[in-house]
């Protein structure tokens, strides 16, 4: 049976904007109150889902959530008409309003983590949402981010969907971004990567001391148990805590896998030897895997924070040779292009490098591979997914006419205190729900 990976990226949401509202991401705090363009940004992110599909990849794409999340605003004491509750928020509270007005679920990388069957103790493919909790517009994605991916996914006989994890710091979960899933074919077993900043309850454990560790490594336990993981088939890595200081938020800032490749910076994680060690034996000594280690003296930290190097995409194409998918970012920078550029004349898979511009994203931190989640599957697998968030020459085309009417070309933090976005955005999702046969994804249309 033919396998592959599909990645479903994030359709930009109508209220993109840049609000500052992520501590340890560079990129949002610098970009803070800088005005947006949601049409701009659902743009180009479709541009890059359509220059996989051409590339012969399987891309679906994951709809956005409904903001400003009004009933969040409720919940915390805003009273009234929903039109009330934005404006009493708008004077009361503004830095709560900009929260519940964010477009982050756009970051799919961090929508929830996902096992494939070929890994399972139960042969399904498992999806446990990510509870986001380290930063409360985040938090607030994890229950529909499980309805769209249920909607998405519905058929029980291939798919298990669990509950995102407890709702505190304890068990704070940020998804795929900290997970790699190393393997020889995309059908056979694998290696799963699971990346923490923190140990929950053993603060004599190193973590950072400036910006917060957003993944423990007791959520990543869980999520193993729940997908049904051999303890054989699974490595926890410690990210380094000086990093995470530096602006690393995510390892997929520093670290990206694909197959037999993991490409990393040589700052990325503490006590790498042993780990990268173990990872081997797990993989199969026998095997090959390629550790592409970027030593720092190649390409800083610092640069690579700056031009998401390793917040590139990594993918088998069809003729089995790697490409990378990067941000235009890194091709502006000279020690990132020529470093890649020699990286393809190199003994490894990795033979092309692609560049797209997904600058409206890269401005709040969300490089090409925060905007996707992966997902290996068999093509029975893909014959059960819902064929209509499956990427083609037609659905591309609808989407941007979509986009077209329903979204602003410039968004203001002052427009976000605007309740006609609120009906813009409501009425964009209700036809997209139609579009991508999603059913009554949002609450909007539960009543
Ligand atoms: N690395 C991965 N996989 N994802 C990137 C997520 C970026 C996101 N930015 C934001 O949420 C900024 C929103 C704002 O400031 O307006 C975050 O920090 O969680």
């Known amino acids: 049976m033919k396998f592959f990976e599909a990645n479903f990226d994030g359709l930009v949401g109508p209220t993109h904007n840049y609000a500052g509202l992520s501590i340890g991401n560079v990129a949002s705090l610098s970009n803070a109150k800088n005005s947006s363009s949601p049409r701009q940004a659902a743009k180009q992110g479709l541009s890059k889902m359509k220059a996989l599909h051409d590339l012969g990849m399987v891309q679906g794409v994951l709809a956005p959530q409904e903001r400003p999340d009004v009933y969040t605003l409720r919940r915390l004491g805003f009273t009234g008409s929903d039109a009330q509750v934005i404006e009493k928020a708008a004077k009361q509270a503004p830095a709560v309003l900009r929260a519940v007005c964010s477009a982050s679920s756009m970051w799919t990388a961090n929508a929830a983590t996902i096992s494939p069957s070929a890994d399972t103790i139960d042969g399904k493919v498992h999806f446990t949402p990510a509870n986001l909790t380290n930063k409360f517009h ?116 520093i670290a990206v896998g694909n197959q037999n490749v993991l490409f ?66 890194c091709q502006d920078s000279a020690a ?58 037609m659905l591309f085309t609808t989407l941007n006419q979509w986009v077209d009417k329903h979204y602003r070309d410039q968004v203001s933090e002052a427009d976000l205190a605007d309740p006609q976005l609120l009906l813009e955005s409501r009425t964009a999702l209700d036809e997209l729900t139609q579009i991508l046969d999603l059913g009554s994804v949002y609450q909007f249309q539960q009543v």
């Open 264 to 329: 990393y910076h040589q700052q990325a994680f503490v006590d790498s030897q042993a780990k990268l060690n173990e990872l081997q034996r797990k993989f199969g000594n026998d095997s090959e895997l390629h550790l592409i280690e970027v030593l720092n003296s190649e390409v800083s930290v610092a640069e690579a924070i700056k031009t998401y190097l390793f917040n590139t995409q990594v993918i088998t194409l069809a003729n089995g040779e790697m490409a990378i998918i990067a941000p235009t970012e």
């Open 336 to 393: 990132v292009s020529s470093y890649l550029a020699a990286l393809t004349e190199r003994n490894t898979p990795i033979k092309q490098i692609h560049y797209y511009d997904v600058k409206q994203s890269m401005q709040n931190g969300g490089g090409p591979a925060c905007l996707r989640l992966r997902v290996a599957m068999s093509e029975q697998e893909k014959q059960a997914v819902n064929q209509n968030v499956l990427m083609s020459d």
């Open 138 to 253: 985040r938090s607030l994605e994890p229950v529909t981010t499980g309805k769209i991916l249920q909607a998405m996914f519905r058929n029980p006989e291939h798919f298990a969907h669990h509950t995102h994890l407890p709702d505190n710091d304890h068990f704070g979960d940020e998804g795929a971004a900290n997970h790699t899933r190393l393997c020889s074919a995309y059908g056979k077993r694998g290696v799963e990567l699971f990346v923490f900043g923190r140990y929950a309850f053993d603060s004599s454990k190193p973590a950072p001391k400036r910006f917060p560790a957003r993944h423990t490594l007791e959520a990543c336990e869980a999520v193993a148990r729940l997908h049904g993981l051999s303890d054989e088939h699974v490595v926890y890595m410690q990210q380094n805590p000086d990093v995470i200081d530096q602006g690393v938020f995510h390892n997929d800032v």
